[in-house]
């Protein structure tokens, strides 16, 4: 088993900036996948961004340019830098990580974007 831990959300301001992170402990061998999605009130969740163990990345279009993915694969943590953060950012964030075909989730970390 896998755990995740996810850590960084809060309210912040339109424009402002927040880090998440998502550290990983338990059974780790190698993680092909490590990423964030997202899910707002009333909608499905989302695939935000993800890295790959080859460290590609991919990124849903509405945070190009304004999110970054990262992953320290020494402390098997990955992390969000979101930045010019929306209204429309507004969501409950979730990490996620695959191995060996398996799907891990944290609990998820709540980001409020408001004025």
């Known amino acids: 088993q896998v755990q995740l831990v996810e850590s960084g959300g809060g309210l912040v301001q339109p424009g402002g900036s927040l880090r998440l992170s998502c550290a990983a402990s338990g059974s780790i061998f190698r993680f092909n996948v490590m990423g964030w999605y997202r899910q707002a009130p009333g909608k499905g969740r989302e695939l935000v961004a993800t890295?790959?163990?080859?460290?590609?990345?991919r990124y849903r279009d509405s945070v190009k340019g304004r999110f970054t993915i990262s992953r320290d694969n020494a402390k098997n943590t990955v992390y969000l830098q979101m930045n010019s953060l929306k209204a429309e950012d507004t969501a409950v964030y979730y990490c996620?990580?695959?191995?060996?075909?398996?799907?891990?989730w944290g609990q998820g970390t709540q980001v409020t974007v408001s004025s």
């Open positions: 890295m790959s163990s080859g460290s590609i990345t």
């Open positions: 996620n990580v695959v191995q060996n075909s398996y799907n891990y």
